[in-house]
């Protein structure tokens, strides 16, 4: 019978522990799912400001943020000398 009961509480403990691990993994993904939820509506946010207007050299941009939205989603863009990715790399101005 004591093993039993012994069993019993062994059990029970694991469960618990089980549902702890579960419920911080969870938490830990929603977190993570709202984070990113946050960080696409700031990128959204930002890339509704501009539109294509056939702008394709840095001195016509107004920001660095303008310029790789430019090289990103706009045809012809002449901004990314070395192909890497960064515009307007020796602009000064930003």
Known sequence: MK???LFALLA???WKGYEHFIGAKSSAAA???SLSTADTA????KTAAFHCDGRQ???QMT?????EFFIRHCP???MDGDRD???CENDSRF
């Open 76 to 78: 012809d863009t002449k």
């Open 3 to 5: 093993k039993f009961i």
């Open 57 to 59: 050299h840095c001195t």
């Open 42 to 45: 700031v990128a959204t946010t």
């Open 85 to 87: 990715g960064e515009p």
């Open 31 to 33: 977190e993570v799912s």
């Open 63 to 67: 920001s660095r943020a303008e310029a």
């Open 12 to 14: 029970f403990g694991a």
